[in-house]
């Protein structure tokens, strides 16, 4: 009876299939996120015929593997991957992806906010405590750490569950998006200065003030400059029948005065991933025999932050010879450095995680004069201008102060620079926004005030469920307004011809692969959030979700 009992519960377990001790068995030794800076989706499929093949036999009969398309058949490659909050910028899309939380928990509102208090922009990571470590002169680098980030990351929950042996760091160009991925235990989060030309980090880290003595010696090798000194040729005979933005050159020098120029080209991201080897190799990440660390809490992560894209992006747009270019060096990058891995037998035993923190947008001088859109670079500026009218014809203004600040699409109004003050404040914000969404000034789609955000007042549309994502009360401004498509939040003067921002497809739509233990293969069409990363490595490193996280599990977690 008992064994005919055992044998039907058995039967039961394989029809549903449920496994024994599966879960353990997945985990990962080194989960390894990947999230290029600016990458749509689009560019998986656009340019997937000219990436490396999946498998790639070298001349003595070894297996190499490729880049994109070894992460896409040996994983999971979900297609229809969106950001789920706006507004779309670095810090509140790193900020996502590694906790799992919107803006309206995470508190990283977008790169820049208004500090009612101080009454000055204040930066996403910004923090004087954080002084920065690395260089031996002090640059314009601000001083930065994980503190304005009100939740925790993934790495945070595996410190935890580890008793602090896990090892967890995070790397990138960029010090916001390093430090939202890396959170608030990491033992490490680097970012570049481009002054120096030297890895830096934060006191927040480096908490006696100084660098890993591989670190310094990097630093001091001047490795950098082998990046520097070069010419990024691009070929545009492979980008002729799918580029849209045309210009004349087909070369890029990577010398400046100083390290930035080559930010702007694949070299920035070879330099990135010079650095992601060494952290991994003299970090011992993924080594589970290491004394001290034992299964079943054997596991480290690295995020990799690759801001060159982002940059290309920004000068060239989304349709460019150099688009096309640099995510094909991309695609190569990605082979050497999965390569690299599996030589040190890690690849097969890693969950890597590809995304991206946002999209871009057409170039906007583009779309208005070849598809007749309305849409321009320059924004804040002139909105700003065009409330400090309205205000000064309706209430008029006390004294020098202008009582509007418009930073990113957050309109901060203060009553007391205004003459006429009897009105509520809530009044002054209805009417601001009933004038941005009635005239559509400067290309304004539609203006929500805090009030309606606050009390849940705002109609059922996907753009307003991304403003109530991305509303953190006090940070966030009175009024936050959406521009219309290709409409670029950057002052007139900018250097760039595109950026991102919006709740628009082109900027939302991200890649998302997942390829490594407890991950099943295939294409996933149903819609995945970049909530959904952060609770899925989380169960599939078998610690608890980060404390904002409200993703679910991706379906292609192995069942
Ligand atoms: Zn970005």
Redesign the pocket.
Known sequence: MHKQLASLIASICVVLGIRGSSVAADRPRLVILISV??MRSDYLTRYGDLFLPASIPDADGRRQVGGFRYLEASGAWHVDAQHSHFPL??GP??AVELTGACPYKSGIVGNYWYDRRSATNRYCVEDPEGKIVGNDIKTKLPDVSPRSLLVTTVGDELKMATGGRARVWAIGL?DR?AILLGGHLADGALWFDEETGNWVTSSYYATNGILRPWLRELNASRLVNQFTNAVWNFEKTKALDRVWTWTEASSHSTTGTNYQAFTVSPMGNDFVFELAKRVIEKESLGQIQTEGRQAPHASDLLAINL?SN?YVGHYYGPDSAEMLDVTLKTDTQLSAFFNWLDQRKLLAQSLIVLT???GVSPLPAQMRSDAHFSGAIGYEAEVQSSVQRFLADRYGVRGTNSPVKVVEFNVYIDPSDLAWTNAAPSDIHDEVARFLTDTHTNGVYVAYTKEQILKGQLPRTDVAMRVMNGYYPGLSGDIVLVPQPYWIQLNATSKYKSS?GSPYAYDTSVPLLLSGPGITPGIFTEPASTLDIAPTISFLLGVIKPSGAEGKLLMSVRR
């Open positions: 800076d600016q910028f670095t899309g790193h960029k998006a801001s982002d991206s923190d946002h991102h």
